[in-house]
């Protein structure tokens, strides 16, 4: 059974440092794309960073570049999310998910697992 679960989030005050993990199992995270999502109250869905496992290219959204870095370790088969410099912009629920094909296309709709979910929330 493919399976995704994000440990890590809880709350942080604004400039704050997390890291989040994604732990898989049924598959291995370096035979596909594999993308954070984060959704915060009231808004859509928004990816945030994904990387390929084609050629290991990594995409930020616009708004976390240079704050945040993705990662994998195939050894642990598991993903990272490390978050810097947190603004309580970020407050959301973060979610990882295994794409259908091997490089990222930005499109929410290729995402065919998605781990439950943890919640980050920036705030003093």
């Known amino acids: 059974e493919v399976q995704l679960v994000e440990s890590g989030g809880g709350l942080v005050p604004p400039g704050g440092s997390l890291t989040l993990s994604c732990a898989a199992s049924?598959?291995?995270?370096?035979?596909?794309?594999m993308t954070w999502v984060r959704q915060a109250p009231g808004k859509e869905f928004e990816w945030i960073a994904a990387i390929n496992s084609i050629d290991d290219k990594i995409t930020y959204l616009d708004s976390v570049k240079g704050r945040f870095t993705i990662s994998r370790d195939n050894t642990k088969n598991t993903l990272y999310l490390q978050m810097n410099s947190l603004k309580p912009g970020d407050t959301a629920v973060y979610y990882c998910?295994?794409?259908?094909?091997?490089?990222?296309?930005?499109?929410?709709?290729?995402?065919?697992?998605w781990g439950r979910g943890t919640q980050i929330t920036v705030s003093s």
């Open positions: 049924g598959f291995t995270v370096n035979s596909y794309a």
């Open positions: 998910a295994k794409d259908r094909e091997e490089y990222f296309s930005s499109r929410l709709t290729t995402l065919i697992c």
